[in-house]
């Protein structure tokens, strides 16, 4: 179990911050929650699901009989679209706010739930017009505006499965997603605002798509939103506008069974193949709504919410479209980057819109408090009432400076974790029930069964150990689009009957749990999951390189950043030139090869790599160097003076 520096002064931390009585009060969440759960964690389940709309109402609550795979609710019938929308609409809401939409250019516009309907309706007989039945897949290529969320709905609406892929990145990983996935369609648009410039999207999936390199796609639909010139394929093509704008508005929401497939979202492992993370209908929506309404206390004729993620990322999909819209609340969308025109746009955003609960991750929460309280304070903020964080571990100074600028020193705090693969949260305070400390994610939610083991397996009950999983959830992934067996070999081999989400963590004296992030070569870099092994495979693409190591290293704002080190081919290192002309270089190509978000911050041109006698690279003397730290123990390398050569170099300035 490797140990994390720091972590001991945590785990002494005593501050401890309630919920105020007048929140306590108008809590959604009571506290019979735990109880109830604990009591009968099924019926507990079957209970939330109920909550939900189905055709065909369910009889059987989970069927694990053929572990690790998971049915939940499995003969019940039920619409995701019809859950998010036309219940609303049928049960007189449709004239309540959805969406509030803010383009980062300025142009805003807005849809209630009614008018969504409408235009998920009509995107539906669109796409179904070009071919879409249930059960294809879709890529959803796409800039956050609302005709992203529209082209999900309206996806799942004909029980097709979405494949949505972050705009961020390139043709070749576009291309790798589309064929893994088979898609049929791609919607995408002519550009979307970010950092006040137009990103090119439909370049990108010409790119990925030309010579028939995804013989799978039949269509490609295009939203014109950026105003980019785009190149037009007649055999392909179709505008947004030209296809949707006419569609009629009448289209019934037909039922299907509760495990049939939602979407597909593309995660980085271990290995250099992003795994396509399978979820299914039913149990999804129940998890994602039950925790979206208590984890955040939604109270959804009042509160105006904003969860800053984008589309393309889980956090997107379980709390910007599925869990906001099943819980009928209004939210804001916002287009952009957060110092676009300047760093107050999310500040104007709360105060123009009076946001009452944001979510959001700790490198924004860092990059705000690095840059002074003096932003936020030119704002009225006050309408804020709960704050929520994911993605990595929130350091105790960025949770106080969020509480206090952000939260006006009231507001609770609800540090959630969770993954791709859990589709919704998992482990969080409850906002009007728990007394928080900062940095603590708390305790698992009421539900869910969680363990932190020892390297034997051994149930820890303080301490360090691996965070499992041990009892199946509604909203689990059923598995890795197209690989059975890599889903059990990756999750469910290293400790037998539970799942294993990658994750150290550790217990304090009160049974709180602090996560102390992933013990795998995942690396987080704000936020973004990315492989070790993706971007040296990428590195090692480039016809300079011999071999690549990459680690994740400390970084105050990003959590982690990526950090190479290289050994250049021996008959190129004259052609590949400085190493600060080679470092660009590479750099652009993984930005080329994964996409931008995946860019080293620092490669390194080593002469030898520290490895094994067996010849596994020792990452973790790497990120020694990587974190200018003392080298670790070298007496398990084959060659023990490796890494002498290599600091010896990086002394003599040699670096990036
Ligand atoms: C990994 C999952 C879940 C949405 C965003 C990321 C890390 C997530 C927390 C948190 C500490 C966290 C874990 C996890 N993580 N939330 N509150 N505290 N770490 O989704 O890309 O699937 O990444 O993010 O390491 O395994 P993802």
Same mark, same amino acid.
């Given at each position: 179990? #490797? ?18 009585? $007048? ?58 679209? *019809? ?37 998920? +309706? ?10 879409? !039945?249930?059960?294809?897949? !879709? ?28 705009? &961020?990145?390139?043709? $070749? ?7 893994? /996935? ?10 979307? *605002? ?8 439909? #370049? ?49 929401? +037909? ?20 795994? &396509? ?27 105006? *919410? ?21 819980? =009928? ?20 955003? %709360?105060?123009? *819109? ?32 709960? @704050?929520?964080? %994911? ?16 939260? =006006? ?47 034997? &397996? ?23 689009? &197209? ?38 070569? %995942? ?68 930005? +080329? ?27 973790? @003397? ?26 010896? +170099?990086?002394?003599? =300035? /040699?670096?990036?």
């Amino acid at each position: 179990m #490797p140990e994390k520096s720091g972590i001991e002064n945590l785990l002494h931390e005593t501050r401890r911050f309630s919920p105020s009585s $007048e929140f306590v009060a108008q809590a959604v969440a009571k506290p019979e929650l735990y109880s109830e759960a604990k009591a009968d964690r099924l019926e507990f389940w079957a209970k939330q699901a109920r909550a939900l709309h189905w055709h065909k109402p369910f009889t059987k609550t989970l069927d694990f009989s053929n572990a690790p795979f998971a049915s939940w609710f499995e003969d019940g019938e039920l619409n995701v679209s *019809y859950n998010t929308l036309d219940r609303h609409v049928i049960e007189g809401r449709g004239d309540r706010i959805a969406i509030y939409f803010e383009g980062e250019n300025g142009d805003t516009s807005t849809y209630t739930y009614a008018q969504l309907l409408t235009e998920v +309706k009509k995107a539906a007989n669109a796409f179904q017009t070009l071919g879409l !039945v249930s059960g294809d897949r !879709v890529a959803i290529y796409m800039p956050m505006v609302p005709e992203a969320v529209i082209a999900m709905l309206a996806t799942v609406r004909l029980g097709a499965i979405h494949s949505v892929i972050f705009g &961020g990145f390139s043709a $070749e990983s576009l291309r790798s997603r589309i064929n893994d /996935a088979e898609a049929k369609l791609i919607i995408t648009a002519d550009g979307g *605002y970010r950092k006040g410039k137009v990103s090119a999207l439909k #370049p990108a999936v010409d790119e990925a798509i030309a010579d028939s390199a995804c013989p799978s796609v039949k269509a490609v639909v295009v939203l014109k939103r950026g105003g980019n010139e785009v190149s037009w394929n007649q055999n392909l093509d179709h505008w947004w506008s030209d296809v949707v704008d006419s569609a009629s508005p009448e289209h019934e929401a +037909k039922a299907f069974g509760a495990e049939h497939p939602l979407f597909i979202l593309y995660t980085s492992g271990t290995t250099g193949k992003p795994k &396509g993370i399978l979820h299914t209908s039913g149990g999804y929506l129940t998890q994602a709504t039950f925790t979206h309404k208590n984890v955040f206390d939604i109270h959804p004729t009042k509160d105006i *919410y904003w969860c800053t993620a984008d589309v393309g990322w889980i956090t997107g999909h379980t709390y910007v479209v599925y869990g906001p819209l099943a819980n =009928g609340v209004s939210q804001v969308i916002y287009e952009g980057t957060p110092d676009t025109p300047d760093w107050g746009r999310w500040w104007k955003i %709360v105060e123009k *819109y009076k946001v009452t609960i944001l979510y959001t991750a700790p490198t924004a929460i860092r990059t705000f408090m690095k840059l002074g309280r003096e932003i936020p304070d030119k704002y009225d903020l006050s309408s804020i009432r709960v @704050l929520g964080s %994911v993605g990595e571990p929130i350091n105790p100074e960025a949770w106080i400076w969020y509480r206090d600028v952000i939260g =006006g020193n009231n507001a609770p705090i609800v540090d959630t974790w969770w993954q791709t693969e859990t589709g919704a949260i998992m482990i969080s305070p409850l906002p009007g029930i728990t007394a928080t400390k900062p940095g603590s994610a708390m305790i698992p939610l009421p539900g869910i069964s969680m363990e932190i083991v020892d390297d034997a &397996g051994k149930k820890v009950t303080s301490g360090g150990g691996y965070l499992t999983i041990t009892e199946p959830w509604p909203s689990m992934l059923r598995g890795i689009w &197209g690989d059975n067996e890599r889903y059990k070999e990756t999750y469910w081999s290293q400790h037998p009957g539970k799942y294993f989400a990658g994750d150290g963590a550790k217990l304090d004296t009160d049974g709180d749990v602090w996560i102390l992030g992933r013990v795998d070569d %995942v690396m987080n870099v704000s936020g973004h999951r990315l492989s070790t092994a993706e971007i040296e495979s990428a590195l090692v693409s480039h016809p300079f390189v011999a071999e690549a190591a990459v680690v994740g290293a400390k970084d105050e704002t990003t959590g982690q950043a990526v950090v190479a080190f290289v050994i250049l081919r021996s008959d190129q290192v004259a052609a590949a030139g400085s190493d600060s002309d080679v470092s660009k270089l590479l750099r652009d190509h993984v930005a +080329k090869e994964i996409g931008a978000i995946a860019k080293p911050r620092t490669i390194m041109v080593v002469a030898e790599l520290p490895k094994t006698r067996s010849g596994k690279i020792m990452r973790r @003397l790497l990120r020694d160097v990587a974190e200018d730290r003392p080298i670790g123990d070298v007496t398990t390398l084959a060659d023990t003076s490796v890494m002498s050569v290599i600091t010896d +170099k990086l002394e003599a =300035g /040699a670096t990036d």
